[in-house]
C-alpha cells in the first residue's frame, strides 16, 4: 500500500518568516494530494490540493509543489502569521475505488510572534 | 457551510464496555469513513463506506469494531469491548463520490478508556 513519510515533524518559525513542510510518497499511481490544518483540538480541514497533472499550485499565502518523478510534495506558507500554529498534514491517494487518503504523520509549526 | 456532526464530543468509558460514536455525515454525500487518531499521532484510516456495505477496513478495523448505517442520516460506530489502547480521537469523514474528492471530516468524538 501507500506510505507517506513526512518531514519535519515539527517546525518553529518567527512570524512572517516561510515555512516549508515535506512529503514523500511510495506508490507512483496515486495522483490527488490534499494537505490539511489541525488546530489544537479541531477537526482536520483541507487547505489545498493538488493533482498529478498540476505541478503547483497556489492559494493566497500558501502554495503546494509536487514533483512526480521524485514522488514527494511540498507545501510552502509565505508571510507566516501566529494564527498558521497548527499541525499540517499531508496526504496520497489513489483515483478510483474508495478515496482513502494515507496520512503523513503531521508536521507541528509554531509560528512565534 | 454543510458540516459532519459527531456525538459525543467526548466519553470516558470504562474497559471492556461498549461504545457508539454517532455521526450524522453531509446530507447529499454517499460515501462515509471513520478515523483515529491516538494523542499526537497521525490520523489512521480504519473503515470506508459505501451503498450500506463496508467498502473497505483497515488492520486496525478488527472483529471489535462494526459501523451501520441505521437510517438515512446517521452512521455509528461500535466498539465491542473497549481496551485501554482504544483511547483517541475518532473522526467521521464524508465524501460525496468516492474519487478524487474532498473528504470532510467532522469534529471528533475523544473517546477515553480507564
Request: glycine share 4%; hydrophobic share 35%; proline share 4%.
Given at each position: 500500500g501507500e506510505n507517506v513519510e513526512q518531514h519535519p515533524s515539527t517546525l518553529s518559525v518567527q512570524e512572517g518568516d516561510s515555512a516549508v513542510i515535506k512529503c514523500t510518497y511510495s506508490d507512483s499511481a496515486s495522483n490527488y494530494f490534499p494537505w490539511y490544518k489541525q488546530e489544537l483540538g479541531k477537526r482536520p480541514q483541507l487547505i489545498i490540493d493538488i493533482r498529478s497533472n498540476v505541478g503547483e499550485k497556489k492559494d493566497q499565502r500558501i502554495a503546494v509543489t509536487l514533483n512526480k518523478t521524485a514522488k514527494h510534495f511540498s507545501l510552502h506558507i509565505t508571510e507566516t502569521q501566529p494564527e498558521d500554529s497548527a499541525v499540517y498534514f499531508c496526504a496520497a491517494t489513489l483515483s478510483g475505488g474508495s478515496y482513502i487518503p494515507t496520512f503523513g504523520r503531521g508536521t507541528s509549526l509554531i509560528v512565534h510572534p | 457551510?454543510?458540516?459532519?456532526?459527531?456525538?459525543?464530543?467526548?466519553?470516558?468509558?470504562?474497559?471492556?464496555?461498549?461504545?457508539?460514536?454517532?455521526?450524522?455525515?453531509?446530507?447529499?454525500?454517499?460515501?462515509?469513513?471513520?478515523?483515529?487518531?491516538?494523542?499526537?499521532?497521525?490520523?489512521?484510516?480504519?473503515?470506508?463506506?459505501?451503498?450500506?456495505?463496508?467498502?473497505?477496513?483497515?488492520?486496525?478495523?478488527?472483529?471489535?469494531?462494526?459501523?451501520?448505517?441505521?437510517?438515512?442520516?446517521?452512521?455509528?460506530?461500535?466498539?465491542?469491548?473497549?481496551?485501554?489502547?482504544?483511547?483517541?480521537?475518532?473522526?467521521?469523514?464524508?465524501?460525496?463520490?468516492?474519487?478524487?474528492?474532498?473528504?470532510?471530516?467532522?469534529?471528533g468524538s475523544w473517546l477515553t478508556v480507564v
Open positions: - | 457551510e454543510p458540516e459532519v456532526t459527531q456525538t459525543p464530543s467526548h466519553q470516558v468509558t470504562q474497559m471492556g464496555q461498549e461504545v457508539i460514536l454517532r455521526c450524522v455525515p453531509i446530507s447529499n454525500h454517499l460515501y462515509f469513513y471513520w478515523y483515529r487518531q491516538i494523542l499526537g499521532q497521525k490520523v489512521e484510516f480504519l473503515v470506508s463506506f459505501y451503498n450500506n456495505e463496508i467498502s473497505e477496513k483497515s488492520e486496525i478495523f478488527d472483529d471489535q469494531f462494526s459501523v451501520e448505517r441505521p437510517d438515512g442520516s446517521n452512521f455509528t460506530l461500535k466498539i465491542r469491548s473497549t481496551k485501554l489502547e482504544d483511547s483517541a480521537m475518532y473522526f467521521c469523514a464524508s465524501s460525496f463520490t468516492g474519487t478524487l474528492d474532498t473528504i470532510y471530516f467532522g469534529e
